[in-house]
């Protein structure tokens, strides 16, 4: 059976943020193919395709991840660390998604190879706008590496 690829990783565990992201990425017809992880820990098991997700293959990455900095059991300044650090992974785009606004987050997600840091907007249509945007650009405009 061939593997269907993930375009977007959401790494999220507030499940008001999750519903609000997948309804503004599905009214922009971008939830195709879509993965909805809830901590840390599973996102690295995702991706790296250990545990649970062994049966994936580290070549079908997704094209990109919307990382939130608090996260259980593995928080996600360690995920991006870990992505950015593994030459199979560091090409991926990670857009962190977070209520952060802290510069000490700010600061290390780029030092440690973010591509994009957006502070969740409170108000439900400033998300919505926020998050169309982010979607349409990373999914239409951005041109990946081939692996």
């Not at 017809?29 to 790296?48: C, K």
């Not at 957006?118 to 919505?128: A, G, L, N, R, S």
Request: net charge negative; hydrophobic share 40%.
């Amino acid at each position: 059976m061939i593997e269907s690829p993930i375009e977007i990783l959401l790494v999220e565990d507030n499940p008001n943020d999750v519903e609000l992201t997948l309804h503004a990425l599905q009214e922009n017809n971008l939830t195709n193919r879509i993965e909805v992880l809830r901590d840390g820990a599973e996102a690295l098991e995702f991706i790296f395709c250990t545990g649970a997700y062994s049966h994936r293959s580290i070549e079908n990455s997704p094209r990109v991840i919307l990382l939130d900095l608090k996260l259980p059991k593995v928080d996600g300044l360690e995920v991006l660390k870990r992505l950015k650090s593994d030459h199979r992974t560091r090409t991926i785009p990670v857009v962190v998604l977070t209520s952060s606004r802290e510069e000490r987050d700010i600061v290390e997600s780029y030092q440690l190879g973010v591509n994009s840091y957006i502070v969740k907007p409170v108000d439900f249509e400033q998300f919505t706008q926020a998050v169309k945007h982010l979607g349409l650009y990373w999914m239409l405009l951005n041109q990946p590496p081939r692996q």
